[in-house]
């Protein structure tokens, strides 16, 4: 009989207990955006848990976008936004890109039939300022050189400049957390010598057309600025394959 090794589940902590209880507390009293929720020290009292628990417990759903802390007074129900939506799937779906190729390959494949939509609401939304915003952007990314972490926050923002270009409230949050879970792997594509004026240069072909008000020419160019980096992500997922080397 082969001997199963053993794989213990860990024990959930005390604040994570407190959370299910005040994610529960909330749906049951019908408590709606904006109202309080009871006093640390009555909620405590409530559990039979420490306070540090609670308190634990409150600031991870401020971090999930469920409660709103403001010091000194009682934390109260947040409104519900997409971007919190965004925040509440992340750790799930970080996990899910680690383990699974497929969902990997699936997530580029559906950023970039959102982005080259984007940028064509974008051309046809697009205001003279918001025009000057994103030359601002690009401007800012070229500065970032060579300072890694900055260059690749840049790259986030130009994105997101172009989302919000659109006029849609959704699109900024959702381009900027379809970057960020792609994040782990574009940190090591951008380390290729030459990648970031690659990057470069194709932000400014896309900002270009943008500026000429030409759709067909500014989804050319976001398209083959996410098919060269999906190429890249694809090298960087398949083990033995030397990045390094160009086609």
Not at 1 to 10: D, G, L, N, T
Not at 150 to 177: K, V, Y
Not at 178 to 207: C, D, K, N
């Amino acid at each position: 009989m082969s001997r199963i090794a053993q794989e213990p589940i860990e024990r959930r902590r005390l604040y994570q207990e407190v959370m299910d209880r005040l994610i529960r507390m909330i749906e049951e009293d019908g408590l709606l955006p904006g109202d309080q929720l009871p006093p640390e020290r009555d909620l405590s009292e409530r559990y039979g848990v420490g306070r540090p628990a609670v308190r634990e417990a409150l600031q991870n759903m401020a971090r999930m976008g469920l409660l709103r802390l403001v010091q000194g007074e009682r934390a109260r129900v947040a409104a519900p936004t997409f971007a919190n939506l965004l925040k509440t799937m992340s750790i799930t779906t970080s996990g899910i890109l680690r383990s699974s190729e497929k969902g990997l390959a699936e997530l580029k494949e559906a950023r970039l039939l959102f982005e080259v939509t984007m940028v064509r609401l974008a051309v046809e939304r697009a205001t003279e300022d918001d025009i000057a915003a994103l030359e601002a952007r690009h401007a800012e990314h070229q500065a970032s050189l060579p300072d890694f972490t900055r260059f690749l926050q840049c790259d986030m923002r130009f994105h997101r400049e172009i989302a919000r270009m659109t006029g849609n409230s959704i699109f900024p949050s959702l381009s900027e957390t379809l970057m960020g879970w792609l994040a782990e792997f574009y940190r090591e594509l951008v380390r290729i010598p030459g990648t970031e004026q690659v990057t470069l240069s194709e932000h400014m072909a896309i900002l270009t057309a943008i500026k000429a008000r030409d759709s067909d020419a500014a989804e050319r160019a976001m398209r083959d600025h996410l098919t060269r980096a999906n190429a890249l992500y694809q090298r960087l997922a398949v083990p033995g394959i030397d990045i390094g080397k160009q086609d």
